[in-house]
Every structure is written in C-alpha cells, then in structure tokens.
C-alpha cells in the first residue's frame, strides 16, 4: 500500500505573519481607530492600546466576569472575543458609565451599599449591572443575582451588590443617566 507523505501544517516566520488591521468604533462615546493584531484580544486593546485600565483581567478564560464590559449595548466578556470582530460597535467600558463627575446610578448605589472590597470585580460588575438593566429581565433580587452570577467576587460582596443593583431596578428614572439611555432594549 502507497502512502501519502505526510503534510506538516505550514510554519510560520516572522516575514509571514499576518499584518495588523485597523479597527474604527465607538469608545465611551468617542469615535476611535486602533492598529492591531488580528489575535489581539478586545480585553488586551482597551488596556494596553487604548490606556483603559478599568475593565480587568482575571482569569483570561471567561469564568469571572471581571473583564465585562458593553459592546453595543450588550454585555460581553471581553477576554473570549477579538477587537476585530467590533468593527463599528459601540464599546462602553467602566470609564464611560459615569456623566463627567455625575456617576452612573449603579456606581452611586455601589457606593451607598458598600458593594465593593478590593474592588478588582467592581468594574465588571458594573458594565455587566447596567447590561441587566438594559436586557429588562430582572425584576427581583434573585432574578439579579441570577443573572449577575457570571460575574464572581472574590470578597464575597455579593449582598450589596445586589442591592445596589435592585435600588437602580426599583427606580425607573435612575436608569436614565447624564442623558445615555440605559432603559431596556425594546
């Protein structure tokens, strides 16, 4: 019996890699390009390219949440997607929430409950908060700590959490902030 010679898949050098690519969306409002690599994480764009530094990395596989933020209204981990999928999306991150000093309604509840430690969590916590609100789900506490359980706490904040997010749920005219409209999607 003839064999086919084996195929060893192709080796990349250094000549051969694939070129950056420009990449134009939305960040926190502003129009933005950014040169990147095609295997460029959004989560490492934001930090690294774009100096936004809120929007953490945990553990870089998806399970704590710590990297959420909003990509056209939707929340995502940003650690599992490539900034070139986001061409001309609308990227809100952590920084982009507050109305210059008038903070978000959840980032006031945060505080007014204390639902922070470390605070390594809190920003993920709230990009993925103001994504509940929006999605329109949740209407009870356990339908917030449902739907917020992608995003864990190593302090075990979760209580005040919760309860900053359902003071913001129980209050409709806090969900519009600094005039963004962060009502439920139709």
Not at 37 to 46: G, Q
Not at 87 to 109: F, M, N, R, S, W
Not at 150 to 167: K, M, T, W
Request: net charge negative; proline share 6%; glycine share 10%.
């Amino acid at each position: 019996m003839d064999q086919a010679p084996s195929q060893s898949p192709p080796v990349a050098r250094a000549g051969s890699l694939p070129p950056s690519t420009t990449v134009r969306f939305t960040l926190n409002g502003q129009p933005v390009q950014q040169q990147v690599e095609p295997w460029t994480t959004l989560l490492d764009m934001l930090r690294e390219r774009c100096r936004l530094t809120g929007t953490k990395k945990g553990c870089d596989h998806g399970q704590c949440g710590a990297c959420t933020v909003l990509v056209d209204g939707r929340r995502i981990n940003s650690c599992l997607t490539l900034a070139v999928m986001h061409e001309d999306a609308d990227i809100v991150t952590v920084e982009g929430l507050a109305d210059g000093e008038a903070l978000h309604p959840l980032q006031q509840g945060f505080i007014d409950h204390d639902a922070f430690q470390c605070g390594y969590c809190t920003p993920g916590q709230l990009c993925s908060a103001v994504g509940l609100l929006r999605e329109g789900h949740a209407q009870n506490e356990d339908d917030v700590r449902e739907q917020m359980s992608g995003n864990l706490c190593r302090c075990g904040a979760y209580p005040h959490i919760v309860e900053s997010v359902v003071q913001v749920l129980r209050d409709p005219a806090a969900r519009n902030a600094g005039g963004r409209t962060w009502e439920p999607a139709a």
